[in-house]
């Protein structure tokens, strides 16, 4: 909480040292209520997505447009009714993507995750992991971003990630002799899984659990 409220205090501090630096060269008949009506509907919008509320982050994003269309003119709703519409979806998406317990594989085998876990949430952004040694378990959530994550054959197997993905995408690269599962929901998205070389029979060393929404799930092999 404390790194969200230092981020939104920055991209404050940012925009007002912006709007000092550029006060000459805008016309001087700006509607400064507008535009600060306009930034503080950007900065709600921000906070809630840096504080991983879907909710009050497409509210924001709703207020965000209300207060551009002051400008625009394209919008036929009003800033409150686009508000409501922007809350409303995020509670939806929230609905959609809330944790839910995690079935075992098959219904019957329970690995035990006894090695080192990694965890991530990437939002409106990209990231890369490079994951070797112990790693047993990867949670992670991609929302409008893109993650790349990189296993190697020193990796101790079975592995299971549970990752929701919405409106990006997950790749993931693992050994050309490794057996992938996938037991993934797809809503407008789809979950790839590239063909390798694995023994038969050989017992699942990368397990992927999550939802698919507007996005993908990508495996790739080395």
Known sequence: MQTTKRVVAGIGLILIALGLALQNYLPQNIDWWATSWLLCALLIAVYGFANKSLVVGCAGVGLTLGAADHWLHWLSLDTWSLALIGGLFGLGLHLIITKRPVRDWQGETAYQHAGASTSFDTIMSS???????????VNGDVIMGNVTLYFDQEVTTPVQINSDVVMGNLRIFVPADWTVVAHTDNILGSTTIA????????????????DVIMGSIVVKRN
């Open 195 to 210: 063909p390798g070389r694995p023994a038969a029979g050989q017992t699942p060393q990368l397990i992927i659990k999550g």
């Open 127 to 137: 990231a890369t992991h490079y994951l070797t040694g112990d790693t047993a378990l």
